[in-house]
């Protein structure tokens, strides 16, 4: 299995890790960026899923 990815939100900061998911939204952990669904916002500003990017 391919190692968890982090994405960082360009509009406040806020860092999803595969690995931990949201659970408060919904994403259970080990939920895969590609696979949220296109409606969950950055739970930190609202903003939706095309502000992340990858975390190096």
């Known amino acids: ?10 509009a406040c900061g806020w860092v999803y890790d595969e690995e931990l998911g949201d659970p408060d939204s919904g994403l259970a952990p080990g939920t895969r ?11 930190e500003c609202g903003v939706d899923k095309s502000y992340f990017d990858p975390l190096d």
């Open 1 to 10: 299995m391919a190692e968890y990815k982090k994405f960082i939100c360009s």
């Open 33 to 43: 960026y590609e696979d949220i669904p296109d409606d969950w916002v950055c739970p």
